[in-house]
């Protein structure tokens, strides 16, 4: 069976029913869920100043599900280093692993939107050398030693609770970015799996290991419903505001995400990373992936309704779990 993750960014509209509280009480219940059924990754992804809420600080709630689960992994994709002290990601992210007793793993990236990085005070020629700097400084923060920090000599405790140190990844959305993880990270997590070759390719001139193909991942959403013109109906709303959110990042940026906003040509349901299905074509869509894929959900993406996301994982877990 294919790999199970859950993935969360909380964002709560103002026209949504749930509230901010709410929404996050729900996503801890649901990860406690997805750890009993065998999920083995809860991500929890990192945006600024939105008007939806969009989670602005995933590893203080990563130390919630810390403190609420027991085997489930909890990764961070990503963290915008630039938006950081490179101390502070050291400290905090060692308390969590702390916490969770070594089930944290950290993404970097570099970050594209350019109003998140003016409400940092950063702009787009910070963003390379903060991550380098960030990377260098959580190899070194983690072993517990004094090292040397922009000219001074400092030092991070507690070390984090796995050993020698949690894994550390670079996300990005090109070949240089794949490049860069191959000389400086544990391993690259690309936006868009064109780019997973490039960094196969410099791992190995780097005398490293062959990691082989791109991972196989399924649909970047997927909702379950008995009935899928009914389903479409309860979280229609909910992927537009999805797509909107993200192709207007990537038109800021004047890259290409793979998002696309929703227009008169491309409508909320004519994109193919966008699945509303019934139990069966789930298991079908996860049988497909094969052993060594993944098959992500995304219950609340776009502010959905903690009831309507519970509906989609109780089918889950009845109709494509129990026949699996």
């Not at 219940?29 to 969009?54: K, M, N, P």
């Not at 101390?87 to 702390?98: P, T, Y």
């Not at 290991?209 to 649909?219: C, E, F, L, N, T």
Request: contains cysteine; negative net charge; charged residues 25%.
């Amino acid at each position: 069976m294919a790999r199970l993750e859950i993935r969360y960014d909380l964002r709560s509209p103002g026209w949504a029913p749930a509230s901010v509280a709410d929404r996050y009480e729900a996503a801890l219940e649901q990860i406690r869920w997805a750890e009993r059924l065998g999920f083995r990754t809860v991500t929890l992804s990192e945006h600024h100043g939105t008007e939806d809420g969009y989670l602005p600080s995933p590893l203080v709630f990563a130390a919630a599900v810390a403190a609420r689960t027991e085997r489930i992994t909890i990764r961070i994709a990503a963290l915008v280093a630039p938006l950081h002290d490179p101390l502070r990601i050291a400290e905090d992210a060692a308390v969590v692993d702390q916490l969770s007793r070594g089930r944290l793993e950290l993404v970097l990236a570099n970050g594209y939107v350019p109003s998140e990085l003016a409400m940092f005070g950063r702009g787009l020629a910070d963003r390379v050398p903060a991550v380098v700097e960030a990377v260098r400084t959580l190899q070194e923060a983690w072993t517990g030693e004094p090292f040397e920090f922009r000219g001074r000599t400092v030092r991070v405790t507690p070390r984090p609770y796995r050993r020698p140190r949690p894994p550390i990844l670079l996300g990005g959305s090109s070949a240089a970015a794949a490049r860069r993880a191959a000389r400086i990270a544990d391993l690259f997590m690309p936006s868009d799996p064109v780019h997973w070759e490039a960094y196969r390719d410099a791992v190995l001139a780097e005398g490293g290991p062959d990691w082989g193909p791109a991972p196989v991942i399924g649909p970047r959403f997927v909702h379950l419903s008995e009935d899928v013109e009914a389903g479409w109906q309860e979280v229609e709303r909910y992927v537009a505001a999805d797509r909107d959110t993200y192709g207007r990042w990537a038109e800021e940026a004047g890259l290409d995400t793979g998002h696309r906003r929703v227009t008169d040509e491309l409508g909320v349901r004519d994109d193919p990373e966008y699945r509303v299905v019934t139990p069966k074509e789930c298991a079908e869509l996860v049988r497909d992936l094969g052993r060594h894929g993944t098959f992500v959900l995304h219950p609340m993406m776009g502010g959905i309704p903690p009831e309507v996301a519970w509906r989609s994982l109780e089918l889950f877990e009845r109709h494509v779990l129990a026949e699996a």
